[in-house]
């Protein structure tokens, strides 16, 4: 059964940092571009960034850009997000989920499945 | 910003037709970018219904339908049943923005 399992939320003041973890199993991880997708409280879904499978190529979206840093660990068939400068809007549900459509690279017609259970980042003092 | 806009509600007795529209623009659906959509119950994570405009995804019963067409992308949902009360959002990707983007998301409502 292919299963990712976030972990790592919880409660952050303004300007601090927090890593979330990702762990995927049931599928070939580095097959696959991952994808980290965000939800602030009773909004809509915000993509968030990207990675492909060999972990060569990341994208962002221009909200994280230079303070978030995405990555992954084959051998632990673990997708990170690095998260710094956090800010109270960065206050959401943070899913991960796996890009289907292409072998490994990130691809404008990816479409996200599945996705974890997501976990709660809070950025508040 | 909002890049592709759908209508905040909709909603249909059961049994009923309904649709959801996902409007964008010539730099995301209009560019022929695949449109995917999404059914996210409360309190749990999204969960994918079409992929590549109009393929349901595995489990997905056929009453669930994509089109597109132009700017614009739809979902329908034939013989409305109580289990389909959610929230749906398209998804695409925007080359000005050089990322994914989604939809602002449609609560469907089964009266």
């Known amino acids: 059964e292919v299963q990712l399992v976030e972990s790592g939320g919880g409660l952050v003041q303004p300007g601090g940092s927090l890593r979330l973890s990702c762990e995927a199993s049931?599928?070939?991880?580095?097959?696959?571009?991952m994808s980290w997708v965000r939800q602030a409280p009773g909004k809509g879904l915000e993509w968030v960034s990207a990675?492909?499978?060999?972990?060569?190529?990341?994208f962002y979206a221009d909200s994280v850009k230079g303070r978030f840093t995405v990555s992954r660990d084959t051998s632990k068939t673990t997708l990170y997000l690095q998260m710094n400068s956090l800010r109270a809007e960065d206050t959401a549900v943070y899913y991960c989920?796996?890009?289907?459509?292409?072998?490994?690279?990130?691809?404008?017609?990816?479409?996200?499945?599945?996705w974890g259970q997501g976990t709660l980042v809070t950025v508040s003092s | 910003q909002t890049v592709l806009t759908q209508p905040p509600s909709v909603s249909g007795a059961p049994g009923q037709r309904v649709t959801i529209s996902c409007t964008g623009s010539?730099?995301?659906?209009?560019?022929?970018?695949?449109v995917h959509w999404y059914q996210q119950v409360p309190g749990a994570a999204p969960k994918l219904v079409i992929y590549a405009h109009s393929n349901r995804a595995s489990g997905v019963p056929d009453r669930f339908s994509a089109s597109k067409s132009g700017t614009s992308a739809s979902l329908a949902i034939t013989g409305l049943q109580a289990e389909d009360e959610a929230d749906f959002y398209c998804q695409s990707y925007d080359s000005s923005l050089s990322g994914y983007v989604f939809g602002t998301g449609t609560k469907v409502i089964v009266l």
């Open positions: 989920a796996t890009n289907r459509g292409s072998v490994q690279r990130v691809s404008p017609s990816n479409w996200l499945d599945p």
């Open positions: 049931g599928f070939s991880f580095s097959s696959y571009a």
């Open positions: 010539s730099s995301n659906i209009g560019a022929g970018y695949d």
């Open positions: 990675i492909s499978g060999g972990g060569s190529s990341t």
